[in-house]
Nanobody, 127 residues
Framework: QLQLVESGGDLVQPGESLTLSCTAS????????IGWFRQAPGKERERVSC????????YYADSVKGRFTVSKDNAKKMVYLQMNSLKPEDTAVYYC????????????????????WGQGTQVTVSS
C-alpha cells in the first residue's frame, strides 16, 4: 500500500525553525519526486517546494526561498522540509505528495498531477 505520512508540525514563535518529515511506504523515493504543499484557512493550496529525480536542484516558491530547505533520504524513505525564520504567514497545514510520473519535472507539476498525498501536519507560527 502506497502511503505518505507527515510529522513535525507544531506551534512556534516567529523567527523560530521547524523541520517537517514525510515518510513514504510502499514505493521507493529514488524514482519518485516529492512535493511539499501548504494550505491556510480560506486560501488556496500553495506549492511550497519539491525535490525531483533528475532535476539539478529543488524547487522553492518565492515565498519560502532562502528560508526553507528540502532534502531526501532514499534509504530511509524520508523527505524533510527544514523551515527557518518562520513567519506568521507560514501558518498552514503542510502536505507532502508523491509524483509518480518520472518524466514530469516536479517544478512544473501542479498539485493535480501528484498521485499520493499525506494527511497533513499543522504548522502554526504565532507569538
Amino acid at each position: 500500500q502506497l502511503q505518505l505520512v507527515e510529522s513535525g508540525g507544531d506551534l512556534v514563535q516567529p523567527g523560530e525553525s521547524l523541520t517537517l518529515s514525510c515518510t513514504a511506504s510502499g514505493f521507493t523515493l529514488d524514482k519518485t519526486a516529492i512535493g511539499w504543499f501548504r494550505q491556510a484557512p480560506g486560501k488556496e493550496r500553495e506549492r511550497v517546494s519539491c525535490i525531483g529525480i533528475t532535476e539539478p536542484s529543488p524547487y522553492y516558491a518565492d515565498s519560502v526561498k532562502g528560508r526553507f530547505t528540502v532534502s531526501k533520504d532514499n534509504a530511509k524513505k524520508m523527505v524533510y522540509l527544514q523551515m527557518n525564520s518562520l513567519k506568521p504567514e507560514d501558518t498552514a497545514v503542510y502536505y507532502c505528495a508523491a509524483l509518480m510520473e518520472i518524466f514530469t519535472l516536479c517544478r512544473f507539476a501542479s498539485g493535480r498531477e501528484y498521485d499520493y498525498w499525506g494527511q497533513g501536519t499543522q504548522v502554526t507560527v504565532s507569538s
